[in-house]
């Protein structure tokens, strides 16, 4: 498998990142076990989890998937593997993780205690990735660089990186670190996919000049381009069929920015590109991301060992140039098919 260099420091990951979001939730543990077993026999060494996870997240659940990973990292050679983290950070009131007195902000005090909280669900002593889950442009940046600075110098991470970040947000980081000699921003995690492609303008012109990896999570549209969803199908246990028939009204307007005519429609006409390399659009979708010169490595998520058996097959697949003209062609004729709600808050 691929491995990549992770921002300018001395990390190197595999070019597919094993996601956990559905662990302790749409996956139980002894399921999740056998994924990341699977996962580290194929020769994936990077794991991307976070201390909202499970998905959708809610006060019961907050930290069991990390509890499951360190279970199951507990029984492997803790060098060999890659380990990424995240704080959450402020929230937009529905992920928002308990804690007294209100707000979650990333300043020094919350973030200092989600990094302990987590070292200590995942029984390590380090985390390689420690990333702002979402931004906090609120708060002075340099006290979250200095934070995160401090617990590099402790051992306790190695770098940081940040997801759900803008362009601005990226540089405002970038320009902070320099000026106050603090550690630098090693990566960002965005939305990325073949129905939300906006990273290839603005930010992938900041990863390329300023050596930041992209990490693409949802590179399958939240399971879009799975074609599960193709003719109006709710699939019982899809995340998205759960939000449209149970969910509130901020998780309805989540999944319809994901799970609209103008997405549907691109999967669909994925779908013939897809057949003629004899590859699902599943596939074709995860080869499509991996190809990016700023995408250090592809988060792929699964709720059964079948399913990571199929994105593995992307791990060899080298999309050639008429078939990327064909893809784009899609994407001329249905620009951002995310709706443009979603777009704003992505």
């Given amino acids: ?54 998905v959708p997240p809610s006060a019961e659940l907050f930290g069991v998937t990390e509890q499951i990973v360190g279970r199951w990292l507990k029984q492997q050679a803790r060098g060999e593997i890659i380990l990424a983290s995240k704080v959450t950070g402020p929230g937009h009131g529905w992920f928002r993780p308990p804690i007294r007195g209100g707000f979650t902000a990333l300043d020094r005090r919350q973030i200092f205690q989600a990094c302990e909280d987590s070292l200590r669900r995942l029984q390590t002593d380090y985390i390689d990735l420690y990333q702002t889950h979402w931004p906090d442009h609120g708060m002075e940046q340099e006290e979250t660089l200095g934070a995160m600075t401090r617990l590099i110098e402790q051992g306790k991470i190695r770098a940081w990186g940040g997801s759900n970040e803008t362009c601005w ?23 990325f996919s073949l129905i939300n492609r906006r990273c290839e303008s603005e930010l992938a012109q900041v990863c390329r000049r300023e050596d930041v990896s992209l990490l693409p999570y949802s590179p399958l549209g939240g399971g879009v381009l799975t074609g599960k969803y193709n003719g109006g199908s709710l699939p019982p246990g899809a995340r998205f069929s759960d939000y449209l028939t149970n969910g509130g009204e901020r998780q309805k307007r989540m999944a319809r920015r994901f799970v609209n005519e103008r997405t549907l429609e691109t999967a669909a006409r994925l779908q013939p590109i897809a057949a003629d390399l004899g590859v699902s659009v599943t596939v074709l979708a995860l080869a499509w991301s991996r190809q990016h010169d700023f995408v250090a490595s592809t988060i792929v998520g699964a709720t059964t060992v079948a399913q990571l058996e199929e994105s593995l097959q992307a791990a060899d697949l080298i999309l050639d140039a008429a078939t990327l003209a064909r893809i784009d062609e899609i994407d001329q004729a249905i620009p951002t098919p995310m709706t443009e709600d979603g777009l704003r808050r992505l």
């Fill in 1 to 54: 498998m691929k491995r990549n260099r992770l921002g300018r420091t001395g990390i190197v990951v595999t070019d597919i990142c094993m996601g956990t979001m559905t662990f302790g939730l749409q996956a139980d543990e002894r399921t999740s076990f056998a994924i990341m077993d699977r996962a580290l026999e194929a020769g994936i060494d990077f794991f991307d989890t976070a201390e909202m996870y499970p």
């Fill in 169 to 191: 947000g990226v540089m405002k980081n970038l320009w902070e670190a320099e000026n106050h000699g603090l550690a630098r921003m090693a990566s960002v995690q965005n939305n």
